[in-house]
């Protein structure tokens, strides 16, 4: 049993910053990747960035030099630092877990950028 907790969504003008923040709890292995994707509307969901447990990272074009991932291993928690926000990053942010070839995932939080 797995669970996520997003928080830290929110609206912001275009060129604002904002933190989300995911806890994950439950049966959590020690080896994992934890990180977010987003579903804008009427588009696919799709990864921003990712992060493993012992420390390598991965981030999308779209958001590389404007997005920061880090995570607490000791609290399983993973966090993105959003600045210079567009707004094509307008979505739902959701957290995510891959732990043992699986997935998991938290209910979102919104991210409302305008102009």
């Known amino acids: 049993q797995v669970q996520l907790m997003e928080s830290g969504g929110g609206s912001v003008q275009v060129g604002g910053g904002l933190r989300l923040s995911c806890v994950a709890s439950g049966n959590i292995r020690p080896i994992n990747a934890m990180g977010w994707y987003r579903q804008a509307p009427g588009k696919r969901r799709e990864p921003v960035a990712a992060m493993t447990n012992y420390g390598n990272t991965k981030y999308s074009e779209s958001v590389e030099g404007r997005f920061t991932i880090s995570r607490d291993n000791a609290e399983n928690a993973v966090y993105l630092q959003m600045n210079s926000l567009e707004v094509d990053d307008t979505a739902v942010y959701y957290c995510?877990?891959?732990?043992?070839?699986?997935?998991?995932w938290g209910r979102g939080t919104l991210v409302t950028v305008s102009s």
């Open positions: 995510n877990l891959l732990q043992e070839g699986s997935n998991y």
